[in-house]
């Protein structure tokens, strides 16, 4: 399937970003999941460790309650999935899922009219980026949270982001997730 076709943004300080983000997270994973997958596996990928870079760890530690026999949570406040141990995460979970569907969640920079956005693609993202980081690509759908501006001083653009904006973001990200893949449970997930 060729990818971008389904992408969808939503702004953040829209009145019904919630809505919003919940009817592009179910099209665009209606459009992805099929019943060849296993397990649906939420990569929340981030560090506690930075305002700006905790957007992935804050959602995980949100959904730790979605945590079933059909999807696992990995990246959570207090088990951060980050730069340095990605790749031995990512081997863990294809160790310990005959074929899982990943949903990559992360921050990412951007330009100063995007800041505020989260975005819904098919398809992997490429955690690090922003920061130059040659990570793994992840996911066969993914959603990023534009936290802050980017183009210079990464590492000080992500430790002075607004944590009022990263938790609204976090909370819209984890609250559509919930609610979309708890209705579509029994209709897709469970076979």
């Known amino acids: 399937m060729p990818f971008g076709h389904e992408k969808a943004v939503i702004n953040i300080k829209s009145p019904d970003a919630l809505f919003q983000f919940y009817n592009s997270f179910t099209r665009i994973f209606k459009l992805t999941y099929t019943f060849d997958y296993s397990n649906i596996i939420l990569l929340c990928i981030g560090t ?3 305002t700006g870079d905790c957007l992935g760890p ?8 979605l945590n079933t026999n059909d999807v696992f ?26 074929k899982p569907f990943i ?11 995007r800041i505020g956005s989260i975005v819904i693609d098919a398809g992997p993202l490429t955690p690090g980026a922003g ?3 040659r990570l793994p690509k992840v996911g066969h759908m993914h959603i990023v949270g534009i936290v802050n501006v980017g183009g210079f001083a990464e590492y000080l653009v992500l430790q002075n982001t607004r944590l009022s904006l990263v938790m609204e973001m976090a909370d819209a990200i984890s609250t559509g997730i919930y609610v979309g893949l708890r209705k579509m449970i029994g209709n897709c997930l469970s076979h």
């Not at 951060?80 to 899922?97: C, F, G, Q, R």
């Not at 949903?103 to 009219?113: H, Q, R, S, Y």
């Open 48 to 50: 506690d460790r930075s």
């Open 103 to 113: 949903i990559a969640v992360d921050a990412c920079l951007g330009g100063l009219d």
């Open 131 to 133: 920061v130059n980081k």
């Open 58 to 65: 804050l959602v995980g530690y949100k959904l730790k309650a």
């Open 73 to 98: 949570i990995y990246g959570t406040l207090q088990n951060p999935v980050h730069a340095k141990n990605l790749k031995d995460v990512l081997e863990e979970i294809n160790t310990s899922y005959k």
